[in-house]
């Protein structure tokens, strides 16, 4: 009882305590068990909210204050100078560019691209790098020289350069600049061999093909001396010819007192087979008294132009004729002519690709 009689006052305390907690938080704004805000708490929180957006406002107000006032459009003669700034350099970048890029590519072309047989457009890439790398190198040059030409700077404002219409403008002189700078350099062009590559290509094709054409021939039909003839401008010559140095030329219409196997196969547009050569009129015997060479039989078959699909029906043109000296061990045969035809068939189709350009 005694225990009793003391516990009943500390109970009440507590109570009493936790009772008091609960009316201050109330007054705070909220009851521990999740009740309603006070009227006193709304109000401190309307103050609270009004306090802040009077504060955000106050500092958009100076932000707005402390902002640059818009960029003024540049005067209509600080835009042309503007364009003038812009495109007298770039003339100098794009005369440059193309000068060198062609100079390059077509000393390229001549040499390593004859050397490899490399394609034109393969030498103009190649000098394109040189032209590259001039552009780094010197390009501080152009600069240079510009200023020291008096070239007039746009007097304008940092911002006045970010305007749109501004940097349109620069744009636009840039390329105006370049345009005209490599129409300039392409005027070397004008004092140029532009086919001067491209001939000695074909001719090394030709000696390469012919070469290789002949010599097997030869071995084919046993003959101790071959050649080939290509007709052109009323003459024909030889471009390959085993067993002989140097280069011969037969003219087609040959003078009086003058004959040619050679030009009455081309002219006759047929196979001329002789078994002994002395013993036919149309040989010449001045060659052999001057080289001291005698020849005993000759083999001679016209080339005729390869033909294509959609010519038109006819005869073809000679454009050439094969030539073959002294059979080993006779005369040239039935076999030794076909074998000849089809030789020439295959130098007119030769001829034709590496030629076709001209």
């Known amino acids: 009882m005694m225990l009793a009689r003391c516990a009943l006052p500390r109970a009440f305390a507590r109570r009493s305590s936790c009772r008091a907690a609960v009316a201050q938080r109330s007054l705070n704004g909220r009851t521990a068990l999740g009740g309603p805000p006070s009227a006193g708490a709304r109000a401190a929180a309307r103050a609270r909210r009004a306090k802040t957006l009077a504060s955000e406002a106050g500092g958009a107000e100076a932000a707005g204050e402390a902002a ?14 503007i364009f003038v700034h812009s495109a007298v350099p770039m003339i100098g970048f794009g005369f440059m560019d193309n000068m060198v890029m062609i100079q390059a590519g077509d000393m390229i072309d001549n040499t ?49 350069r970010r305007l749109p219409r501004v940097k349109l403008l620069g744009t636009v002189g840039a390329i ?39 010599h097997e021939g030869s071995d084919t039909l046993e003959a101790e001396r071959s050649s080939l003839f290509l007709v052109e401008g009323g003459e024909a010559w030889t471009r390959v010819a085993k067993g002989v ?76 004729a094969v030539q073959f000296i ?32 001209d």
């Open 176 to 214: 105006a600049g370049v345009v005209v700078g490599c129409c300039l350099g392409m005027t070397s062009l004008l004092f140029m061999d532009l086919n001067a590559a491209e001939r000695q290509k074909r001719n090394k094709e030709l000696d390469t093909i012919f070469s290789t054409v002949i």
């Open 245 to 320: 140095d140097g280069e011969i030329r037969v003219p087609l219409a040959c003078p009086k007192g003058r004959r040619s196997i050679v030009a009455a196969c081309v002219a006759n547009r047929e196979t001329v087979n002789i078994p002994d050569a002395y013993a036919d009129a149309r040989f010449d015997q001045s060659f052999d008294k001057s080289s001291g060479f005698t020849t005993r039989s000759i083999l001679c078959v016209p080339i005729f132009e390869a033909a294509h699909e959609g010519d038109a029906p006819g005869p073809r043109r000679v454009v050439g």
């Open 112 to 160: 390593i691209g004859v050397r490899f047989g490399l394609a034109t457009l393969a030498a103009a890439a190649c000098g394109q790098i040189f032209s590259d790398v001039s552009g780094v190198a010197f390009g501080g040059v152009v600069e240079d020289a510009c200023a020291r030409a008096g070239l007039r700077t746009p007097d304008v404002t940092a911002a006045q």
């Open 68 to 81: 640059p006032a818009a960029a003024e459009m540049p005067s209509a003669e600080q835009l042309r100078i």
């Open 326 to 357: 002294n059979k080993r061990g006779g005369a040239f045969g039935d076999y030794d002519e076909r074998a000849a035809k089809m030789l020439a068939t295959h130098v007119a189709i030769f001829l034709d690709d590496v030629l076709d350009d």
